[in-house]
């Protein structure tokens, strides 16, 4: 039997959620942007949080805020709960639920670094980054890729920036985000495993070489 991720359930209780009338979904920076899709395609607006302990200077308190009446999107047994009541009342299995989704993969790997070198691997990493901006661009104007509010915007404020950095790939993104003490954390989104484990290894060869070029320097 194949494993159903968290983040998949989070998904269908979401997509229950708008269908239910919630309006206004809070989630966190670096829940997969699938989510987004789900949530904007049943009428609802997204709401991002960042998962630091709570910050008023963090511009997300209208989020935070919401949450507290949403705690089946955050907390697995709050989760559980929600998600035997919305198989209850929609007589479906959660098979069934899913297969109704978008298409998604989100797949973690760490990496672990000296943390003196965090900060100039993540500005190399910016230089990179900058270099491979025109690619977003095209997607967009050729009318392909993702179709959500965030994606679509000409002066779009990428939400999946502001915890850590984003590195666009054809098929997919990478969040980077640093760890507390050393290394850091890779969130890779795609439509399919393979995809995303490529953008891992891709993610993951990029950070060695900046190392190597620090030695070598």
């Known amino acids: 039997m194949e494993t159903i991720d968290f983040w998949h359930i989070i998904a269908a209780l979401v997509k229950d959620a708008a269908q239910r009338g919630e309006t206004e979904i809070a989630l966190p920076y670096l829940a997969p ?3 987004q899709i789900i ?3 049943e009428g609802a607006d997204v709401l991002r949080y960042i998962s630091c302990p709570f910050d008023e200077n963090s511009g997300d308190i209208k989020a935070k805020s919401k949450i507290l009446s949403q705690l089946y999107l955050k ?3 709050f989760a559980a709960v929600r998600l035997c009541s919305v198989l209850h009342n929609s007589n479906k299995t959660l098979g069934e639920h899913i297969k109704a989704l978008p298409k998604f993969i ?3 790997a760490d990496i672990e670094v000296d943390n003196d070198k965090k900060t100039r691997i993540m500005r190399s990493l ?3 980054i900058k270099k491979l901006s025109d690619i977003e661009k095209n997607i967009r104007n050729t009318g392909e890729g993702c179709s959500c509010s965030i994606c679509r915007s000409e002066n779009k404020n990428d939400y999946r ?3 850590g950095m984003k590195l666009d790939f054809l098929n997919g993104f990478v969040n980077i985000v640093p760890k507390k003490g050393s290394g850091f954390r890779l969130i890779a989104e795609a439509l399919n495993t393979e995809a995303a484990e490529e953008m891992l290894h891709a993610t993951d060869d990029r950070i060695k070489s900046i190392i190597e070029s620090f030695n070598i320097g």
């Open 75 to 77: 907390d697995a047994c």
């Open 161 to 163: 920036s502001k915890e």
């Open 106 to 108: 989100s797949k973690n």
């Open 126 to 128: 910016n230089e990179h």
């Open 33 to 35: 942007h699938a989510l």
């Open 39 to 41: 949530a904007e395609r």
